[in-house]
């Protein structure tokens, strides 16, 4: 049996015609079928894992809704998290969370990131409308634009950086005369550095200063915030000056 | 104070100066300096996590060393860890589980990859000499070729599909006269079907059959799994009659 092996005269295959002239190992590894590696399955399992809920073992309790997660990994995203979790709670080791101040809906997209990075609840049909409509920037985007500052509340109390950057810059896409005021009050109250250097930017160099002072009133920014407008004005005066 | 606020005329700052006949909106959004957001830290944060061992609640005691990791993460990218963790001993919950019959360096590279995709191992400077190397493929990256078979050992093992087929095309690419007996042999044992298919091609197609010949036997492919050669045979006919 062997030796019929042996006599064998070997036709390279069609494919490996242009290998033929070089060395045999090379013509046959031409000719292996390449079952080609698929890519990483790391962030499908992932949201595998999220969407099944299997192996939980923490509960938040949100607005009256309970939503289930892993610790390790909202800990791994989340210095907040993880102090909360594995520092406080050590020995407690606490299996139900209540969380203040946040809407599910809110809270539900930042477990969402946090297992998949999934991002696109800020780039909803309604909030691209937002951002490429009308110029007043409060037409019908405006509820994305609210569910966008929902979830900065959370991702600002959690410290999830990168979404806070992601949600900073859609808002920014989507400022305009009649919501920069109150987008500045709320980068304000959120810590939202790159908003609120958008907003006052926006303000600094608006061409529609009378339609915007009267929105200034309505977010309380001049009563509140004084001190904002102080800053408006240095930068309006550095554009001014270039 | 708002008076002189109103009566600020905007220069456009040069670097909007294009957008200039648009309204101005979106020259003052041209305006706007673009914070980049980073690409997604998801990757970095579990190796982070890897490399801490922060919140690790199970031990793999593997040859004598003793391996901490965290059961979700592992579960999530192995369906056997996932059983061994959560359904077998889903009441006992063990915190230490034995492993038997894979190497330390093994499963810490098994490991490495669950928590950050890393396949790095396989393509170390000995792996690519081996590959671009001695066409009789047992030269100086034979310890690699080892190596990946460990790997192979405990991928196999624990069902980690991807990380299976990374290695089996690595080992593809060492193939040689000198080595495809072992190899052969090597991936029936371990259920590797690029592997296995890529030997038998490679015999079947191999110009030099003397010298594979006398390593037929030293693998005892002949004694022990007869019925390959049966498959090489008819491979061979197949391409010879292309």
């Known amino acids: 049996m062997l030796v019929e092996c042996t006599v064998t005269v070997v036709v390279p ?12 190992r090379a013509a046959q590894l031409a000719a292996q079928p390449t079952a080609a590696v698929p890519p990483s399955d790391m962030m499908d399992q992932l949201r595998d894992m999220y969407a099944s809920g299997h192996g939980t ?4 309790s949100v ?12 800990a791994m995203r989340s210095p907040v998290f993880r102090a909360e979790l594995y520092e406080e709670m050590a020995e407690s080791r606490a299996h139900r969370v209540e969380v203040h101040g946040v809407r599910p809906d809110a809270f539900k997209a930042l477990l969402r990131y946090i297992y998949t990075d999934d991002d696109t609840f800020t780039t909803s049909p309604a909030a691209a409308a937002a951002a490429s409509g009308g110029e007043d920037g409060d037409g019908g985007g405006e509820a994305t634009t609210t569910a966008i500052q929902d979830v900065l509340v959370a991702v ?35 810590h939202c550095a ?15 200063m009378g339609d915007l002072v009267a929105t200034l009133g309505d977010a309380q920014l001049v009563s509140t915030r004084p001190l904002i407008l102080i800053e408006v004005l240095e930068k309006s005066h550095k554009f001014r000056s270039v």
Not at 63 to 72: C, F, N, P, Q, Y
Not at 194 to 205: G, M, Q, S, Y
């Open 13 to 24: 295959p069609p494919e490996s015609a242009a290998a033929a002239g070089e060395s045999g």
């Open 57 to 60: 073992d923490v509960t938040f």
């Open 63 to 74: 607005g009256g809704e309970l939503l289930r997660a892993h610790r390790i990994i909202v």
């Open 156 to 190: 600002d109390r959690y410290g999830v950086e990168r979404l806070k950057l992601i949600c900073e810059h859609r808002l920014r896409e989507a400022l305009g005369v009649g919501n920069v005021a109150r987008m500045l009050a709320f980068a304000e109250d959120h």
């Open 194 to 208: 790159v908003l609120r250097e958008a907003c006052i930017r926006f303000i600094a160099t608006c061409d529609r």
